[in-house]
């Protein structure tokens, strides 16, 4: 989705901006609920430390700590020395659970919203502990939500917020103050990356959506999949 939506907007910021797609790296133990199990189990050896000791024989798990990546976009001010004008981020699973991927985002959130860049939040997850820069209470009624925090005023907050059923919306993305906002069509963006990720092919429609969803919800998306022959 980063991807087209780079594309996306790349031809409406017109000449004075650009749009770059950046990312962060950290290292991450997994979580069984979110990974495969990939641990090793092995028993220690005879003549260990331990068990010269007296120590009863332990069972050794190896956890493998994994690399993960995150993307996002930055449309940057080429007229003022590439300053970053505002940041888009799309959070990830890691972003909304306790770790290094929710502490690494927010304290990235807290930067930006110190600066002088506005900043959009696109949570497309239901799944996991709020994240985006809103008061919980602010949310709404929908499942998902974009934020946009406009550098212009900092007390600002300007809410999408969606639910299953529900179109994905058209955001509109701050540039500088007297410029016209670009638009971000997150439906047109979701529909490209399904169809040119070919998902349609590699999700199994047979399956319970995780977290499940509601009895209401799961019969219409039940009637959706096999409308669309899936």
Not at 107 to 116: G, H, M, P
Not at 135 to 164: D, I
Request: hydrophobic share 35%; glycine share 8%; with cysteine.
């Amino acid at each position: 989705m980063i991807t087209y939506a780079s594309d996306a907007l790349q031809g409406q910021v017109g000449d004075r901006y650009f749009v770059s797609i950046g990312e962060r790296v950290y290292i991450e133990v997994p979580d069984q609920s979110y990974y495969p199990d990939v641990s090793v189990l092995e028993t220690r050896e005879r003549g260990r430390p331990e068990l010269e000791i007296g120590a009863d024989c332990p069972v050794v798990v190896l956890v493998p700590e994994v690399e993960q990546r995150e993307v996002f976009l930055e449309i940057f001010d080429g007229a003022s020395g590439d300053r970053v004008v505002t940041l888009i981020e799309v959070l990830s699973p890691s972003n909304k659970r306790p770790g290094p991927g929710r502490d690494l985002y927010q304290r990235k959130q807290a930067e930006v919203l110190a600066s002088t860049a506005s900043l959009v939040e696109v949570d497309l997850l239901r799944d996991g502990e709020p994240t985006v820069a809103l008061p919980r209470h602010r949310h709404g009624a929908g499942s998902y939500r974009v934020v946009v925090s406009p550098a212009t005023t900092r007390s600002r907050r300007e809410v999408y917020p969606f639910g299953l059923r529900d179109r994905l919306p058209r955001v509109a993305i701050p540039l500088l103050a007297g410029d016209r906002p670009a638009v971000l069509d997150l439906q047109a963006i979701l529909d490209e990356t399904y169809e040119k990720g070919g998902f349609g092919r590699r999700i199994d429609y047979a399956g319970s959506p995780i977290p499940p969803l509601s009895v209401e919800d799961q019969a219409w998306a039940r009637e959706v999949v096999a409308t669309a022959g899936r």
